[in-house]
């Protein structure tokens, strides 16, 4: 099990991480979602060992590894920026951490062939790296990743170059993955549809600290403030006449201006494929804009048009600010 206590991290004077303590039990898919500047990358750089200056205690089964450099702390770090080295074939690139801890040769390209197996790149071994696909070299630095074994497999933003259908592809794939595996790993990434995709328990970061953990289906049907809420799509508002409450775009629905419910005009309008997602900017409300989801099959307002917005399920969860 990974634990971390009070972990800080301090730049120029800026906490970019205060004051964590977390835990991830083994073969746990841990999920960290937050903007960017949250502290997601620094968190893992903290629990690699990358942050010499970090305070707080990072602990392995109740070892402190303080002391203990990032190459011997039997963890595995994947980076956007996968770095694989060009002028080597495919086999050398996956079997370059095991190299580094001198394993004999058979060791390591039996390993790196292992591991080139269970990302189903098979057969790639004699290729050139800059032959490869992106979705392709992606695929090779997760067995670079996994070739050493680690107790701990950590993912910085991996799939951030490849475009939406490579991701959820290689996303149902890691899942199943990770779970036939049995290993720990702790995902972070902005993108909500990764984070909920991959999830035993998902985690929002921001200004540092963790903001809320639980169960996505918990995290998603009850956002813990308002930040959480916005962060996750939902509308924070107060203009329905009551406190402030968390709507989501689908529980709204535009109307004719003076039926019940606050009046604004339509900013934006975008199609999304099951629904057209339309932006009204309320009057007399400071500016305070609702999206709202409007079904395919219902024709949407146009920009510019005055429209009234209802509550079309329920009230709204009531929020903190």
Same mark, same amino acid.
């Not at 005009?265 to 494929?273: A, G, I, L, P, S």
């Given at each position: 099990m990974l634990t971390l206590e009070h972990v800080s991290v301090t730049y120029d004077g800026v906490d970019a991480l205060r004051a964590v303590d977390l835990s991830v039990a083994d073969g746990e898919i841990l999920s960290v979602l937050g903007p960017s500047g /949250? %502290?997601? /990358?620094?968190?893992?750089?903290?629990?690699?060992?990358? +942050?010499p200056d970090a305070r707080g205690v990072v602990r392995w089964n109740g070892d402190d590894l303080t002391r203990v450099p *990032? $190459?011997? #702390?039997? !963890? %595995?770090?994947?980076?956007?920026? $996968?770095?694989? !080295?060009?002028? #080597?074939? +495919?086999?050398?690139?996956? %079997?370059?951490?095991?190299? @580094?801890?001198r394993h *004999?040769?058979? =060791?390591?390209?039996?390993?790196?062939r292992v591991a080139l197996a269970r990302?189903? @790149?098979?057969? !790639?071994?004699? #290729?050139? =790296?800059?032959?490869?696909?992106? %979705?392709?070299?992606?695929?090779?630095?997760?067995?670079?990743?996994?070739a050493p074994e680690p107790r701990l497999l950590m993912l910085d933003e991996p799939f951030g170059a490849l475009d939406r259908e490579r991701r959820e592809h290689l996303v149902g794939e890691l899942r199943a993955l990770f779970t036939s595996l049995d290993i720990s790993v702790v995902f972070v990434t902005h993108d $909500?549809?990764?984070?909920?995709?991959?999830?035993?328990?998902?985690l929002v970061m921001h200004g540092g600290v963790i903001v809320q953990a639980g169960d996505p289906i918990d995290v998603w049907a009850r956002p813990s403030n308002a930040f959480v809420a916005r962060f996750l799509g939902w509308n924070v508002t107060s203009a329905f006449g009551g406190p402030l409450v968390a709507i989501r775009p689908e529980d709204l629905t535009v109307s004719a201006p003076g039926e019940h419910g606050p009046t604004g005009v339509v900013v934006t309008r975008t199609f999304r494929r099951d629904h057209h997602l339309v932006t009204v900017r309320l009057d007399d409300r400071d500016a305070d804009e609702? #999206? =709202?989801?409007? *079904?395919?099959? $219902?024709?949407p307002p146009d920009i510019g048009d005055t429209v009234g917005v209802q509550i079309a399920n329920g009230r709204g969860l009531r929020i903190d600010p």
């Amino acid at each position: 099990m990974l634990t971390l206590e009070h972990v800080s991290v301090t730049y120029d004077g800026v906490d970019a991480l205060r004051a964590v303590d977390l835990s991830v039990a083994d073969g746990e898919i841990l999920s960290v979602l937050g903007p960017s500047g /949250s %502290g997601k /990358s620094t968190m893992l750089r903290a629990i690699a060992g990358l +942050v010499p200056d970090a305070r707080g205690v990072v602990r392995w089964n109740g070892d402190d590894l303080t002391r203990v450099p *990032p $190459h011997r #702390r039997g !963890f %595995g770090l994947m980076f956007q920026d $996968h770095t694989l !080295f060009p002028h #080597r074939d +495919v086999l050398a690139n996956v %079997g370059f951490g095991l190299r @580094m801890q001198r394993h *004999p040769r058979a =060791v390591v390209d039996q390993r790196a062939r292992v591991a080139l197996a269970r990302v189903g @790149m098979a057969g !790639f071994e004699r #290729r050139r =790296v800059a032959e490869l696909s992106g %979705g392709e070299q992606q695929r090779v630095a997760l067995a670079r990743a996994l070739a050493p074994e680690p107790r701990l497999l950590m993912l910085d933003e991996p799939f951030g170059a490849l475009d939406r259908e490579r991701r959820e592809h290689l996303v149902g794939e890691l899942r199943a993955l990770f779970t036939s595996l049995d290993i720990s790993v702790v995902f972070v990434t902005h993108d $909500h549809d990764e984070a909920f995709a991959l999830a035993d328990r998902l985690l929002v970061m921001h200004g540092g600290v963790i903001v809320q953990a639980g169960d996505p289906i918990d995290v998603w049907a009850r956002p813990s403030n308002a930040f959480v809420a916005r962060f996750l799509g939902w509308n924070v508002t107060s203009a329905f006449g009551g406190p402030l409450v968390a709507i989501r775009p689908e529980d709204l629905t535009v109307s004719a201006p003076g039926e019940h419910g606050p009046t604004g005009v339509v900013v934006t309008r975008t199609f999304r494929r099951d629904h057209h997602l339309v932006t009204v900017r309320l009057d007399d409300r400071d500016a305070d804009e609702l #999206r =709202v989801a409007v *079904p395919v099959d $219902h024709p949407p307002p146009d920009i510019g048009d005055t429209v009234g917005v209802q509550i079309a399920n329920g009230r709204g969860l009531r929020i903190d600010p």
